[in-house]
């Protein structure tokens, strides 16, 4: 990742306390040669993906056809997600998006968007958006808009 998003990414995540802490797991994208079995290469990921989900996590996948939030209506569901007690796992898919069965186990989705961003820009927007619904929870004045 270029250096900007990972200093970006890493300055947010620092300022989440720790009953909310974002950690990032990476799974590296299969390899897209010029005649790829693209839909070999999503079912693999998606398998790798979920395998690294820890048992008991909620799954929220990050999909354009996901429901788009409010930042107040992102910060009722992170109290949600919080009071819950149960870690989130929030599944972000490559350049095709995510393979069906992470789609399909998934609890929900969530669309940043109807726009399509660059991998390294939606961690970056994850991060900022998780952290502006937790000021926006706590009252801390990160989080003006009103």
Excluded at 67 to 79: D, F, G, M, P
Excluded at 82 to 106: S, T
Aim: include cysteine; charged fraction near 25%.
């Amino acid at each position: 990742m270029p250096h900007w998003v990972v200093e970006a990414y890493d300055e947010y995540a620092r300022r989440l306390p720790i009953e909310c802490t974002l950690r990032l797991v990476e799974i590296p994208a299969g390899h897209r040669g010029k005649n790829a079995d693209i839909q070999r290469i999503l079912r693999y990921e998606g398998e790798r993906m979920l395998k690294a989900i820890p048992k008991g996590c909620q799954m929220l996948a990050l999909d354009v056809r996901g429901h788009s939030w409010t930042t107040e209506q992102l910060s009722t569901r992170l109290a949600g997600w919080m009071a819950d007690g149960r870690d989130l796992a929030l599944l972000v898919g490559g350049p095709e998006g995510l393979a069906r069965a992470c789609l399909e186990q998934a609890q929900g989705r969530w669309s940043l968007s109807p726009l399509t961003f660059p991998h390294p820009l939606v961690r970056v927007i994850v991060a900022e958006q998780l952290y502006r619904a937790w000021s926006l929870l706590r009252g801390h004045p990160y989080h003006r808009a009103g």
